[in-house]
């Protein structure tokens, strides 16, 4: 049986007071809360701020981002490890505003993958296609093309760690959302071509969350198809009322 998952990316928001007093209140809200597994990812700086507010309360912290090397002559950058001494548990890897802005591409995507894993942290892969690849009816290659190059020699224990995120490009804070017949329709695929290349077993039990402009009054009706089994959301998780609402749909 597969847990409900509903994940936050907080994106270049909150200071270090902010995001420990949105924790704060977080975790208030949702004591005594189970059945479904809540995941916050603050910005690098607010991380362990964060790590020490959620300590114990069942809560679960990711990183945004991570370099692709263990460590080395790379300013600027946060490794695998730096993260996991911080508190995260969680990493967020291949989010198309890193494909988009920083020309991050599925071998790179590979490659933080296997690093995030070989440190113990569980990568939220996402992947999607841009609106031009949806009208020019490309959807369902290029999610083909994402998995299986971001997914390159894995092995079934490997992938057992990874949950994906599909995040339509053209529904990520534009407030335009993929139906939830549009979503389950590619959730559906994912879910087919992970039981082609892994197993039955492993498509069975793999997390597929949906991302792209989630809120209040959407994710009910995402959360009733058979494939989606959560959302990482942008936006509407900077907002204290507008997350826990989402998290209690």
């Given amino acids: 049986m597969r847990k409900p998952f509903i994940a936050g990316n907080w994106k270049m928001h909150k200071t270090i007071p902010e995001a420990v007093d949105f924790a704060r209140r977080l975790v208030n809200d ?20 964060v790590a020490e507010v959620l300590k114990g309360s069942g809560i679960h912290l990711a990183a945004q981002n991570l370099h692709d090397k263990p ?7 946060v490794s695998a490890r730096m993260l996991a001494d911080a508190g995260c548990e969680y990493a967020i890897i291949g989010h198309s505003e890193r494909r988009t802005h920083f020309g991050e591409k599925d071998d790179v995507i590979n490659n933080k993958l296997k690093t995030a894993i070989s440190f113990g942290l569980r990568p939220i892969f996402c992947i999607g296609e841009t609106l031009d690849e949806r009208e020019e009816g490309r959807t369902f290659s290029v999610i083909d093309r994402q998995v299986k190059e971001g997914l390159n020699n894995f092995n079934t224990d490997d992938i057992q760690p990874v949950v994906i995120a599909y995040e339509p490009v053209w529904a990520i804070g534009t407030g335009r959302t993929a139906t939830p017949e549009q979503a389950q329709e590619v959730h559906g695929y994912i879910r087919d071509l992970m039981g082609k290349k892994y197993g039955e077993n492993i498509s069975g039990v793999c997390t597929i969350l949906y991302g792209g402009s989630v809120n209040p009054d959407n994710i009910s009706g995402l959360m009733t198809q058979p494939d989606i089994d959560g959302a990482l959301v942008g936006g509407a998780s900077l907002d204290i009322e507008s997350f826990i609402r989402i998290i209690k749909y």
């Fill in 30 to 49: 949702c004591t005594g809360l189970t059945g479904r597994r809540v995941v916050i990812a603050p910005p690098f700086t607010a991380l362990q701020s």
């Fill in 71 to 77: 460590a080395g002559a790379y300013t600027g950058e």
